[in-house]
């Protein structure tokens, strides 16, 4: 179904938690200088619990020397959002099928990415990392392949 089939409506969610799934640091052999050029490896994925209402957003960094070969730390956080009106995004056509507004997608992977982010900052903070920040990204370049049912 195309986003242009897909009928308006406002989708109704609250954030009900976030969740550090696994973080690290990897120490170089060489020192790493506060003037260091970080590169990220950024990924998106969604689960979605229908049962519950929640949708997953999982976020996993990996922060890359300037050298684009050395990993240096990663981070995987989770936000999970709360759908009240989740029913109201299953096709017509097939019950089984959830079907989200790319606008939401857009939003979801923003608030994700943004938080991410933040717990980064915290994680790395006082480390070999802390330089680190993760740059403003927009979410329009993550494409959906496919939503995962927990």
Known sequence: ?????????????????????????????????PSTVYH???????????????????????????????????INASCIFHIANFDDLKSKKDDKSIVFPQETIDMFNSIAISTTRGLMFNCFRGTFLHNAILPIVDPKGFKQEKIITK
């Open 40 to 74: 990220f490896n950024i990924n998106v994925q969604h689960k979605i619990n229908p049962e519950m209402k929640l949708v997953f957003v999982i976020v996993s960094v990996n922060v890359m020397h300037e050298d684009k070969k050395t990993l240096l730390g990663n």
């Open 1 to 33: 179904m195309t986003d242009s089939k897909i009928k308006k409506f406002k989708i109704e969610y609250q954030i009900k938690g976030v969740e550090i799934l696994d973080f690290g640091l990897k120490h170089s052999q060489e020192p790493v200088l």
